[in-house]
């Protein structure tokens, strides 16, 4: 399954940004989603899960971000409001899906969209 991100972009301090995650099949098929990012010198960071049991943020995000599936498109988002400077990285989106009985999963990457918060 190949993940492809689009959404990112420049924008100002405070602004906003919504970054979409396509997948080439049905993302039912996944039973976690993710969106990670990684700033230049930095390793890469979880941002964001949604898995059956709900959504998770790191920190920095919570109250800022939403992450959201959409079934009937086959896409993963993030919505990124009230954007600081330090939110510029490379975001990435991942995906698991489970390849066997045993619950052995498989995770997909996206190559990644580059988002710059200027001051």
């Known amino acids: 399954v190949q993940l492809v991100e689009s959404g990112g972009g420049l924008v100002q301090s405070g602004g906003s940004l919504t970054l979409s995650c396509a997948a080439s099949g049905s993302i039912t098929n996944f039973n976690a989603m993710f969106w990670y990012r990684q700033a230049p010198g930095k390793e890469r960071e979880l941002v964001a899960s949604l898995t059956a049991g709900g959504a998770n943020y790191v920190d920095s995000a919570k109250g800022r971000f939403t992450i959201s599936r959409d079934n009937a498109k086959n896409t993963l988002n993030l919505r990124m409001l009230s954007l600081k400077p330090e939110d510029t990285a490379v975001y990435y989106c991942?995906?698991?899906?489970?390849?066997?009985?045993?619950?052995?999963?498989?995770?997909?990457w996206g190559q990644g969209t580059q988002v710059t918060v200027s001051q």
């Open positions: 991942a995906a698991d899906f489970v390849v066997n009985v045993e619950g052995a999963t498989i995770r997909s």
